[in-house]
Nanobody, 117 residues
Framework: VQLVESGGGLVQPGESLRLSCVASGITFSRHDMSWVRQAPGKEVEWVAGITSLPSLFRAASYADSVKGRFTISRDNAKNTVYLQMNSLKSEDTALYYC?????????WGQGTQVTVS
């Protein structure tokens, strides 16, 4: 299984970024997916998750810290999960990981750095 994140970078407060994660080695459409993050010296924080259900029934959920600012989505045809991050704050600075699962994360990507300063 391989998860490859991209889209991180250095932005100013209030700006936006869109993270992408391409999955291989799994039947992507059958798996719930999440984004988690880890800031220096802090524990891993779950950020957002999206179910594997067909789009009509698909559900997304968010940590309170990002609700209303971040949007998770997926394109099963491209084996890709996205995280649209708007109104970024300095406290969003972290290494962002794409993971398989909602509450139990079986596979991780290598991470992409987001710095808001």
């Amino acid at each position: 299984v391989q998860l490859v994140e991209s889209g991180g970078g250095l932005v100013q407060p209030g700006e936006s970024l869109r993270l992408s994660c391409v999955a291989s080695g799994i039947t992507f459409s059958r798996h719930d997916m999440s984004w988690v993050r880890q800031a220096p010296g802090k524990e891993v924080e779950w950020v957002a998750g999206i179910t594997s259900l067909p789009s009509l029934f698909r559900a997304a959920s968010y940590a309170d810290s990002v609700k209303g600012r971040f949007t998770i989505s997926r394109d099963n045809a491209k084996n890709t999960v996205y995280l649209q991050m708007n109104s970024l704050k300095s406290e969003d600075t972290a290494l962002y990981y794409c993971v398989v699962g909602l509450t139990r994360w079986s596979y991780w990507g290598q991470g992409t750095q987001v710095t808001v300063s």
